[in-house]
């Protein structure tokens, strides 16, 4: 299978993992050899309650048993969709009532996008340095790193950048700027938190230029971070929320959620200014449903921030430089690149499954499903330590 992977279906990268995979049940993943692998990244962040979490899989059966795709996005009634953005907006601060159900986060990303210019009648898009909001052009217009846009100029224009957590930066935005998009915590920059009140700020800003704030939520929402969506830690509601990656329970799925009033400027004028063939599709709403549930009717998301705490205090080694993030949404910050990958490369020989972050080099991924046991969280922690002290620093470095 590995050489069929290889031979015909498209890489992302030289030297994928490629991890030949049998079955996946709870926080392993099996491979065609037999051996049992602890996943502490949980397809990076996707599968928030675990693979194959009975409560998703049943909703998949009962619903593929019903009907499949039946209409293009927004013309048919149907069930699973109908529930899930109900349920959505009930848990959602107000004004956040309406949702379009997206296929995945970066195209709601494109659709957000879309829905700020659309409804301020402007074009400035401001995004922060060291983002990341997906690879479909307009996400990629959004990340302001050279080596990754440079293959696929031009790209989508009116962009500008800021510094996340820069209160200096905020005079940047002006009454031209449609809207800014933030990251509620930054991923792939190292999963940077904002701080001194950052959001807050940024909300203000934009409030008092009549821009419109868009935090994208795709990796800290659905419960990773102890709350159902991270911007409820820190005390702001922005006019647009983007979601994806865990919102599916590891099926594919994206979302953009703005009050009725911006929402319905993408209804006409033109009409269908925003449209999607399987966006909405029942088996994944179905799917999304249950996920949405299980996070909201369980204490996972409490748990998350205990889950946090044992990690913190088992993790300790003169390597780890820091650990960042929140709840289950955290990276180890090493000494060096090398060690890092080091450290990924080996814990996979483990059967600990680690991953890189896409700008920080220097991180080593940790994003469990939110369903991990202490007990998995106590074996993962014991081989991370165990790798480290095993690591020659001077030859690593060399």
């Not at 009907?67 to 149907?78: D, I, S």
């Not at 990303?109 to 829905?115: D, F, H, N, Q, T």
């Not at 430089?321 to 060690?339: C, D, H, Q």
């Not at 972050?357 to 969280?377: D, G």
């Amino acid at each position: 299978m590995k050489e069929d992977f290889l031979k015909y279906q498209a890489q992302t990268t030289p030297h994928p993992l490629a991890l030949e995979v049998s079955h996946a049940k709870g926080s392993y993943i099996y491979t065609t050899d037999g051996l049992r692998h602890l996943d502490f990244v949980a397809g990076v962040s996707a599968c928030s309650l675990g693979h194959c979490h009975p409560r998703i899989v049943q909703a998949i059966k009962e619903q593929a048993e019903n009907y499949l795709h039946v209409m293009v996005y927004g013309e048919y009634a149907q069930k699973p969709a109908v529930e899930l953005t109900k349920l959505l907006a009930q848990h959602f601060p107000s004004p956040l009532e309406k949702t379009y159900l997206t296929n995945s986060g970066t195209e709601a990303i494109e659709g957000s996008l879309k829905l700020a210019r659309r409804f301020t009648g402007r074009t400035q898009i401001l995004a922060a340095k060291q983002a990341y909001h997906g690879n479909t052009m307009g996400s990629l217009s959004l990340m302001d790193f050279e080596e990754r846009q440079k293959p696929f100029r031009p790209l989508l224009g009116d962009i500008g950048f800021i510094n996340f957590n820069s209160e200096a930066d905020l005079g940047k935005i002006t009454e031209k700027t449609a809207a800014v998009i933030v990251e509620t915590i930054q991923g792939g920059a190292g999963i940077i938190l904002p701080k001194d009140n950052y959001l807050k700020k940024l909300k203000q800003r934009c409030k008092a230029t009549g821009s419109l704030l868009i935090l994208d939520e795709i990796q800290p929402g659905f419960g990773r971070t102890g709350k159902l969506f991270g911007f409820e830690n820190f005390g702001v509601v922005p006019d647009i929320v983007a979601m994806g990656k865990g919102m599916g329970g590891g099926m594919p799925i994206g979302a953009f959620s703005a009050s009725s009033e911006i929402m319905d400027s993408l209804s006409d004028n033109p009409k269908m200014g925003h449209i999607t063939t399987f966006g909405g599709h029942p088996v994944i709403a179905a799917a999304a449903l249950a996920t949405l549930k299980e996070i909201t009717e369980t204490d996972l998301m409490a748990e998350a921030l205990q889950k946090e705490k044992l990690i913190r205090e088992r993790l300790v080694h003169p390597l780890i430089k820091e650990i960042r993030g929140k709840g289950l949404m955290l990276a180890l910050i090493l000494p060096s690149e090398e060690i890092a990958n080091e450290v990924i490369l080996r814990c996979k020989e483990r059967q600990l499954i680690l991953f890189w972050l896409l700008f920080e080099k220097k991180a080593v991924r940790i994003t469990p499903p939110l369903t991990i046991s202490e007990e998995e969280i106590l074996e993962a922690c014991g081989i991370i330590i165990d790798t480290l002290e095993g690591i020659d620093t001077q030859e690593t470095i060399c």
